[in-house]
C-alpha cells in the first residue's frame, strides 16, 4: 500500500476573523485531506488584510513553506481557498525545487469526489465539474506560456495557440458529457412522472456531510448501504422504501451527497441531476449532527444551499441525529426538534409519523 501523501495545509483569514473560526476551518481542510487520503505534515495560517495578488499567501509565506516541504518530503500544498489560475501557476513555478503540486480548496474536493464516486453517472458529473474549473486553469497557463516565449498567438507552438486547441477539445469534452447526462436526467424525470401517475410519495434526506444520513436511510428502509464517519462517504444517489406506520402505506427514501462549506459552484451544477431527488422530493429531511457544537452554522448552511437549488416550497423537517452522543451539558434541541439515532433506534417511531402526518389527507 502506498504510503498518505505528505501534505501542507496553507489558510489566509482577516484579521477580525476569531481563533474559534480559524481553528476550525483548519480543521475541516485536514478532515478533507484525510478523507482524500493524504496525511497533514504542516498547517499554517496567515493573518492579511487582502491575499496577494501573484501568489495569493504572499512571497515570505512561500519561501517558508518550500523549505518546511524540502525538509519534511511534503509533496502537496492545499490552500484553503479558490485560486485564480495565475496564482496556481506561480505558487507550483516558487515550489518546483520540492516537486510540490498546489490545489485550491475546489481541487481536493472534487479530487476526493473523483476518488469515491462509484455510478458512472457520478463520474461524468465530477468529469463535467472538473472541466469547469480546470479549463480557465489551462487557458490561463497557455497565456501565461505564450507570453514567457514571446509568442504572437498565431498557432505555430505558441502557448495561446496551443490553448485555443485545448479550448474546442474541451468544449466538445463538455457537450459530450452533458449529452450522456441528459440520458440519465431522462431516466429520472421518467421515474418521477410514473410516481406521481401511482401516487408514490418521496422522501429525501439532505444535510451536512458527515451528518448520519446514510446511517439513517439504512435503519429506515433497512438497506445495507455503506457509512463511514468520514466527510463524503456518499456520492451516488441511494434510494430505499421507507414505511410509515400511521398510513400503513410507504414512501421512497432517497439519499445522495452531503454539503459542505463553501461547495464549488462547479460541482453543484454538475450534480444538478444527482440532487435532482433531493430538489422534486415530496418531503425533504434535513438530517442534522444534534452533538456537533457547530451545528447551527452547518444548518444554515445546508439550508442556503437548498436555496440556491430552488427549493422553497417543499416541506423541511429538520432532524436532529445521534442524540445518543449527546452530553449532559449539551446545548438543548428546538423544542420541534426530531430528535432520532441512528446507532440505538431512539425516536425512529416520531419520525416515521412526522412524515406520514405531512402526507396524510387532512393535511390536503
Known amino acids: 500500500m502506498a504510503s498518505p501523501q505528505k501534505t501542507i495545509l496553507a489558510d489566509l483569514i482577516h484579521f477580525s476573523a476569531s481563533k474559534r473560526e480559524a481553528e476550525d476551518r483548519m480543521m475541516e481542510l485536514e478532515e478533507l485531506v484525510k478523507t482524500y487520503g493524504g496525511a497533514v505534515v504542516v498547517q499554517s495560517i496567515q493573518r492579511k488584510e487582502k491575499p496577494d495578488g501573484r501568489t495569493f499567501i504572499g512571497k515570505g509565506k512561500v519561501e517558508e513553506l518550500l523549505v518546511e516541504a524540502k525538509a519534511l518530503g511534503a509533496t502537496l500544498l492545499v490552500v484553503n481557498h479558490v485560486l485564480k489560475p495565475s496564482q496556481i501557476f506561480h ?90 447526462l441528459e440520458t440519465y436526467q431522462g431516466v429520472r424525470d421518467r421515474q418521477r412522472e410514473h410516481r406521481s401517475k401511482t401516487g408514490q410519495r418521496t422522501v429525501a434526506l439532505v444535510g451536512y456531510t458527515n451528518a448520519g444520513k446514510t446511517s439513517l436511510l439504512n435503519v429506515l428502509t433497512k438497506r445495507k448501504e455503506y457509512s463511514a464517519n468520514v466527510l463524503f462517504a456518499t456520492l451516488d444517489t441511494r434510494v430505499g422504501t421507507m414505511y410509515l406506520p400511521a398510513l400503513e402505506s410507504t414512501a421512497l427514501l432517497s439519499d445522495t451527497i452531503g454539503f459542505i462549506q463553501g461547495l464549488p459552484p462547479e460541482l453543484l451544477a454538475a450534480f444538478r441531476s444527482t440532487l435532482s431527488e433531493a430538489i422534486s422530493a415530496d418531503v425533504i429531511l434535513h438530517v442534522i449532527d444534534a452533538a456537533d457544537d457547530k451545528r447551527d452554522e452547518k444548518i444554515s448552511i445546508v439550508e442556503d444551499i437548498l436555496k440556491k437549488l430552488g427549493v422553497t416550497t417543499t416541506p423541511i423537517l429538520r432532524v436532529f441525529n445521534k442524540v445518543d452522543a449527546l452530553s449532559p451539558n449539551a446545548l438543548h434541541l428546538p423544542v420541534d426538534a426530531i430528535a432520532v439515532s441512528a446507532h440505538t433506534l431512539v425516536g425512529l417511531e416520531h419520525l416515521r409519523d412526522a412524515v406520514a402526518h405531512i402526507f396524510s389527507p387532512a393535511k390536503k
Not at 463535467?128 to 497557455?142: D, S, V
Not at 490553448?163 to 477539445?169: G, Q
Open 91 to 180: 505558487l507550483e513555478e516558487e515550489l518546483k525545487e520540492a516537486k510540490v503540486k498546489v490545489w485550491d480548496r475546489t481541487d481536493l474536493i472534487l479530487n476526493i469526489f473523483d476518488k469515491h464516486a462509484k455510478t458512472t453517472e457520478a463520474k461524468l458529473e465530477i468529469e463535467l465539474a472538473k472541466i469547469r474549473h480546470m479549463g480557465p486553469r489551462i487557458y490561463n497557463m497557455g497565456e501565461q506560456l505564450g507570453r514567457q516565449r514571446g509568442g504572437t498567438g498565431t498557432r505555430g507552438g505558441s502557448g495561446e495557440g496551443n490553448t485555443e486547441a485545448m479550448k474546442r477539445h474541451l468544449k466538445e469534452q463538455e457537450r459530450a458529457i452533458l449529452k450522456k
